[in-house]
């Protein structure tokens, strides 16, 4: 029987050398010149240390922007809050990986409610959806990719 594995994974590679062109670009932009501002990747999160506020705002940009070169979906990353301290504000952004259980629990939900002729299992951090006929999956694929989940998806292991 047909099946494939709805995930949404991040190439933690091609962050890191997104990571890397950002803190070039900062270190070589004019209106960053003498300030200390970088970023570090610790795991799933971008630390972003700059002097002001506004710094962080143009960083963030300039690190959506080499993302998104990259072919990495910007709608995984999580902006969290900005922390000044004395000279120096910090932000981190995290990247999110993985189908959570609620999302997962949506996801089987939505092609329940479609009724396609498939079914769908939660293996921990994806959804296997499995069915007689390869067109039934591309359907719910389609429906999968209009559907607005707040999370981008990819379409993985297709066996047939």
Known sequence: MPSFDV???VDMHEVSNAVDQ???EVGTR???KGSDAKYELEGADIAMSAEAEFQLKQM???LQTKLSRRGVDIGCLKVGGTEVTGKRAHQKVTLRQGVDKEL???IVKMIKDGKYKVQAAIQ????RITGKKRDDLQQVIAMLREAELGLPLQFGNFRD
């Open 7 to 9: 995930v949404s994974e």
């Open 22 to 24: 950002a803190n070039r």
């Open 30 to 32: 004019f209106d960053f």
């Open 60 to 62: 963030l940009d300039i």
């Open 104 to 106: 997962a629990r949506k």
């Open 124 to 127: 921990g951090e994806k959804v």
